[in-house]
């Protein structure tokens, strides 16, 4: 599965509560939600629902339904609002940027393989292009608010250094490794920035599918894992899990193992099936034993890139809550729903 339901930066909206700017007492038809005035109608959230979740597992309750629904419309409310705050700020994409992020997406495929792709996913051109480019300017928008902004100082990186001296010290190979975890059935903790969680075997196979594709165009490794992993540990953290001892991969399973050791810095694997379910790695850096010093450049890059992850990530969260402060939303979905609420 090729198309992204919500591109990376988008997607850390999801992570956050839905606000109701106001309750309504008549609710406009097949309107599930307005923001600023603009409708998200009942016909675009099961488009996205259906996408979302091509199947139910046998036995889902009507609540259950309920409750993805809400989760997705959380979503989509904060996609527009990113989106309305682009165009006000004039950052729409420009039909060639959309052209481009469409090509490389079918570039994978020949021309018969991407209509099947559009098929299955119940969408048209038209409608891909249109993702696209609210895709494409929600990533101007975060890129000039947020990114460009940041920087880190040499002090900052001294100071980090003199404060985890200890995690550049390695008393036997350690392997900087980062993962995406995909698994089969309900889990008491989501963590990830679409609040999602493949709920039968198989979404679980069509989602890494659909996480190995976006990689394999490019996409940012942690933060589609930010955006998808189902490990409550390591996805708000860019599925980074640190430095892990050789010997303490004699605790994880011999393929996993053997892929570890197989990959070189930087490059991912392909989708891994292990008893716990799916997982694409990556080996950030394998360092021998010893004491890394400040001036290896391994080391300031990866505490600039530590440091800059941190900071994004707060100013991302910070600035969508002062984007949402700004908007007028109404949730009439969860009005509806709403005991107090949906009786008035």
Same mark, same amino acid.
């Given at each position: 599965?090729?198309?992204?339901?919500?591109?990376?930066?988008?997607?850390?909206?999801? &992570?956050?509560?839905?606000?109701?700017? !106001?309750?309504?007492?008549?609710?406009?038809?097949?309107? &599930?939600?307005?923001?600023?005035?603009?409708?998200?109608?009942? %016909?675009?959230?099961?488009?996205?629902?259906?996408?979302?979740?091509?199947?139910?597992?046998?036995?889902?309750?009507?609540?259950? /339904?309920?409750?993805?629904?809400?989760?997705?419309?959380? &979503?989509? +409310?904060?996609?527009? +609002?990113?989106?309305?705050?682009?165009?006000?700020?004039?950052?729409?994409?420009?039909?060639?940027?959309?052209?481009?992020?469409?090509?490389?997406?079918?570039?994978?495929? $020949?021309?018969?393989?991407?209509?099947?792709?559009?098929?299955?996913? !119940?969408?048209?051109?038209?409608?891909?292009?249109?993702?696209?480019?609210?895709?494409?300017?929600?990533?101007?928008?975060?890129?000039?608010?947020?990114?460009?902004?940041?920087?880190?100082?040499?002090?900052? /990186?001294?100071?980090?250094?003199?404060?985890?001296?200890?995690?550049?010290?390695?008393?036997? $190979?350690?392997?900087? +490794?980062?993962?995406?975890?995909?698994?089969?059935?309900?889990?008491?903790?989501?963590?990830?920035?679409?609040? $999602?969680?493949?709920?039968?075997?198989?979404?679980?196979?069509?989602?890494?599918?659909?996480?190995?594709?976006?990689?394999?165009?490019?996409?940012?490794?942690?933060?589609?894992?930010?955006?998808?992993?189902?490990?409550?540990? %390591?996805?708000?953290?860019?599925?980074?899990?640190?430095?892990?001892?050789?010997?303490?991969?004699?605790?994880?399973? &011999?393929?996993?193992?053997?892929? +570890?050791?197989?990959?070189?810095?930087?490059?991912?694997?392909?989708?891994?099936?292990?008893?716990?379910?799916?997982?694409?790695?990556?080996?950030?850096?394998?360092?021998?034993?010893?004491?890394?010093?400040?001036?290896?450049?391994? /080391?300031?890059?990866?505490?600039?890139? $530590?440091?800059?992850?941190?900071?994004?990530?707060?100013?991302?969260?910070?600035?969508?809550?002062?984007?949402?402060?700004?908007?007028?939303?109404?949730?009439?979905?969860?009005?509806?729903?709403?005991?107090?609420?949906?009786?008035?």
């Amino acid at each position: 599965m090729f198309l992204p339901r919500f591109s990376a930066p988008l997607l850390l909206a999801a &992570a956050l509560a839905g606000g109701l700017a !106001g309750c309504r007492k008549t609710v406009p038809t097949n309107v &599930a939600a307005a923001v600023n005035g603009r409708a998200i109608t009942y %016909s675009d959230l099961d488009k996205q629902y259906k996408r979302q979740f091509p199947q139910q597992p046998e036995g889902a309750t009507p609540d259950q /339904v309920l409750f993805q629904k809400l989760e997705l419309l959380r &979503a989509m +409310i904060d996609e527009e +609002i990113l989106l309305q705050r682009a165009e006000k700020l004039s950052l729409l994409a420009r039909d060639e940027d959309v052209e481009a992020r469409l090509n490389e997406i079918k570039a994978p495929y $020949t021309q018969e393989e991407f209509q099947k792709q559009l098929d299955a996913q !119940g969408m048209t051109l038209e409608e891909l292009k249109s993702q696209i480019r609210r895709s494409l300017s929600i990533e101007k928008l975060l890129n000039r608010e947020i990114g460009n902004q940041i920087t880190i100082s040499d002090k900052d /990186v001294n100071e980090f250094y003199e404060a985890n001296k200890a995690m550049f010290r390695f008393p036997e $190979t350690n392997y900087h +490794i980062a993962r995406i975890v995909v698994t089969a059935g309900p889990a008491p903790e989501i963590r990830n920035l679409t609040g $999602t969680k493949a709920l039968t075997e198989d979404q679980a196979r069509k989602k890494i599918q659909m996480i190995e594709a976006r990689l394999k165009q490019g996409e940012d490794f942690s933060k589609v894992a930010q955006a998808f992993s189902e490990d409550p540990q %390591s996805a708000p953290n860019g599925g980074d899990m640190g430095f892990i001892p050789e010997s303490a991969l004699q605790q994880a399973d &011999a393929e996993t193992r053997r892929v +570890i050791m197989s990959l070189v810095p930087g490059q991912i694997s392909s989708p891994l099936r292990t008893q716990g379910g799916w997982q694409i790695l990556k080996l950030i850096a394998r360092e021998p034993a010893g004491q890394r010093e400040l001036n290896d450049p391994r /080391v300031q890059q990866n505490i600039r890139e $530590t440091l800059r992850t941190r900071k994004e990530q707060l100013l991302r969260n910070a600035y969508l809550d002062a984007c949402r402060n700004e908007a007028q939303v109404v949730n009439y979905l969860a009005l509806s729903l709403a005991p107090g609420f949906s009786k008035k």
